[in-house]
């Protein structure tokens, strides 16, 4: 059975899951802009002496974004030096499909439904992606895109709409061909970690993971640097 160590922190929430013999444990907190103080004490509590390996943790697996910008760095980093100390390979999973897939656990949406998964991005900006689920797994199918409400587009071929997150506050900005597609909206939704673990487990048995130096968030404004730790100047 395959362990999986995942982290998010992309938006107002912080949350922390171990997934290990079938079982989940984790940590979830809404705790806007105290993200860097509360993740390592979950990250304790739940894995107290750090050694990950002989928790059983094959992999970690981690929000990489879109979303906001410090949370995106402080789980960056946090999985890059965890990656590097335990040897273990990381996992990024797209925000926008993990909030998909927390969606579909909470039941505000089934696996027939095609998602908006939208974030609000600051600066009269969303992020947003079009989601449909493939043997239960949010899939991302359109996007990510970042643009204001009114430029979001959605493919013809998609046609009842269900958003999720807090980019749905959003939704009587949009364009007539989009919000009258609209079905249903549910913007207080914040993504788990704890659903990044069955998009995690498909994605390292298709091989796909990351090397240390490879974990970066994935910010969609291309304008936005972060440095990695070799980039940094830090010896890997």
């Not at 059975?1 to 013999?21: K, Q």
């Not at 908006?116 to 359109?142: G, K």
Request: proline share 6%; hydrophobic share 45%; glycine share 8%.
């Amino acid at each position: 059975m395959t362990g999986i160590l995942a982290i998010d922190t992309a938006t107002e929430a912080c949350s922390v899951a171990v997934y290990v013999n079938g079982e989940y444990r984790e940590l979830y907190e809404v705790v806007p802009r105290r993200h860097s103080q509360r993740l390592f004490g979950m990250l304790q509590s739940l894995l107290p002496d750090g050694r990950l390996r002989e928790h059983g943790i094959d992999a970690i697996a981690y929000s990489s974004g879109p979303g906001s910008f410090t949370g995106l760095r402080i789980a960056a980093s946090a999985v890059q030096g965890l990656a590097y100390t335990s040897g273990l390979p990381a996992i990024a999973v797209s925000t926008l499909a993990l909030q998909a897939q927390t969606a579909l656990r909470l039941g505000l949406v089934d696996t027939g439904m095609t998602v908006l998964s939208m974030l609000d991005a600051r600066i009269n900006e969303v992020y947003y992606a079009v989601c449909a689920f493939d043997e239960l797994l949010a899939t991302v199918r359109e996007g990510p895109c970042a643009c204001p409400p009114s430029g979001v587009a959605v493919a013809a071929s998609a046609n009842a709409l269900h958003g999720v997150g807090s980019g749905c506050r959003f939704a009587g900005e949009l364009p007539a061909a989009v919000s009258s597609r609209l079905e249903s909206l549910a913007p207080d939704l914040l993504p788990s970690a704890r659903d990044l673990v069955p998009l995690a487990l498909a994605s390292l048995a298709r091989g796909e993971v990351q090397r240390p130096q490879q974990v970066q968030p994935v910010y969609v404004r291309d304008e936005i640097n972060w440095k990695k730790l070799a980039e940094q100047g830090k010896k890997l």
